[in-house]
């Protein structure tokens, strides 16, 4: 009598070392995420050239710029239920082509209504793309290294908003911001083909949709080796959901606590986040510096960040998660009080500037590492766009309250110490989500 050997994905990938095919995912999946974030701060680059050539006020010129953001916040919430009915790979590529489409229908605009309508589109297709690549890739990476590859992959995010300032730079002199537009809305088009060539679906979604063992098995045989048995009873332990939408899961009683702190963390992490990178440059400059000196110190925080992710992705994978993220919190409290107190002709004053940096976006891209593993296969993509589209609406406060703060005569001190209260709040929430259980290996 012949017997079908059983074999788990998850416990395969977890088992074995990093192949050459799932280096290939994490390029490619960091490519994605760069032009994600090139077409995310592209604006902010062309908005003086707009502005000047339509004759129109920088207060205008506000409902271009906070229309992708909105459209990010609604692609995100979008997207994650429908990756989880219909697969991680079809919802990548379908974002991929949507922002990359509307970005370069970008260059065609002639007024401000248009420029907004094509940037919230834009936007939808940015906010989708980011949650799809983080569910996709975590779920081809073996566990003791999944956090700090990806935070490897998330630096991309912030090489493309660098990159799109260099190409800004050499484009906008001979061409104008149209072209900038249609170039940056062309690479992620030209890319798509490979894509759809080398990205695989996540076998753990295929298991979980109960598709054929001979697609199962070829697919991770293509992603981890050519030694994985054709014929077998393909599984995936972990954990069942309870309730069939992915949506109502989140919030049943088998998930709530774990996802209202999610939410409640994301949202004041960006909150702080996008207060500091966007209202820094206007407060530094207000105490008395230079502009060109407050943009290169504000330029610090984003570099801080950048080395703050890997380091925090590290211990991720060394110490219990959610311990390294709160802690990283913390620490982004105490040197955004030290700053507050600091003055900005101090040589002390980038350091802390660019540690603020390194524990609150470290701490914020540990969270996207941190979110896949909450969640089983069936409702992952939901949780962790959900997460992301929550989020989002922390970052247009924030920008909301800095305005709001400066209107009210706020000065630097204390714009800056206030923000001490959230990320506080930030590293409570998340420590809440496990307090009193055992963390769920269910990835």
């Known amino acids: 009598m012949n017997t079908v050997q059983s074999l788990d ?72 239920p429908l990756s989880d009915r219909y697969g991680r790979k079809k919802l ?58 990806l935070a490897v992959m998330f630096t991309g995010f912030n090489l493309g908003s660098a990159l799109v300032g260099f190409g800004a730079a050499a484009i906008l002199p001979d061409h104008g911001w149209r072209t900038v537009l249609m170039v940056g809305g062309a690479i992620p088009l030209a890319c798509l083909p490979f894509y759809l060539w080398l990205v695989p679906e996540s076998t753990q979604f295929l298991v979980t949709k109960k598709f054929p063992a001979e697609r199962i098995a070829r697919t991770l045989r293509r992603v981890c080796g050519k030694d994985i048995p ?96 709160a802690t990283a919190y913390i620490g982004g409290a105490a040197f955004i009080l030290i700053l507050a107190s600091s003055s900005v002709e101090s040589s002390l004053f980038v350091v802390f500037v660019l540690l603020a940096g390194f524990c609150m976006s470290g701490a914020q891209t540990g969270m996207n590492a941190f979110a896949p593993s909450c969640y089983p296969t069936a409702v992952r993509a939901t949780g962790v766009s959900w997460m992301l589209g929550i989020g989002r609406f922390g970052s247009i406060s924030g920008s909301f309250l800095g305005g709001m703060l400066l209107t009210m005569g706020w000065g630097f001190s204390s714009v800056i110490s206030i923000l001490a209260i959230p990320a506080t709040l930030a590293a409570i929430a998340i420590i809440a989500a496990t307090l009193g259980r055992k963390r769920q290996a269910i990835a």
Do not use: H
Request: with cysteine.
């Open 92 to 149: 990548l590529m379908s974002s991929i082509f949507w922002f990359g489409l509307f970005s370069l229908l970008c260059g065609f605009a002639t007024d401000v209504i248009t420029l907004s309508v094509l940037r919230f589109l834009t936007g939808l297709g940015l906010g989708a793309a980011m949650p799809t690549t983080t569910t996709l890739l975590s779920e081809y990476l073996p566990e003791k290294s999944r956090s700090t590859l």
């Open 230 to 325: 054709q014929a077998a009873a393909y599984t995936n332990s972990e954990q069942a959901v309870k309730e069939a939408a992915p949506a109502r899961a989140l919030l049943s009683p088998q998930f709530r606590k774990t996802t209202l702190s999610l939410w409640a963390t994301y949202f004041m992490g960006l909150l702080v986040i996008y207060l500091l990178s966007g209202w820094l440059p206007t407060l530094i400059k207000d105490a008395g510096l230079p502009i060109e000196r407050a943009a290169n110190i504000t330029a610090l925080f984003q570099l801080g960040g950048t080395v703050g992710a890997l380091f925090v992705g590290f211990f991720m994978d060394r110490w219990v998660p959610n311990k390294v993220i």
């Open 9 to 80: 994905v998850r416990a395969t990938i977890n088992g074995r070392g990093m192949s050459g095919y799932q280096w290939l995912l994490l390029v490619l999946c960091f490519l994605i995420v760069a032009t994600d974030g090139m077409d995310v701060a592209i604006m902010g680059f062309l908005a003086p050239a707009i502005t000047k050539e339509w004759g129109i006020s920088k207060a205008a010129f506000g409902v271009v710029m906070s229309a992708a953001p909105i459209g990010l916040a609604i692609g995100a919430l979008l997207v994650g």
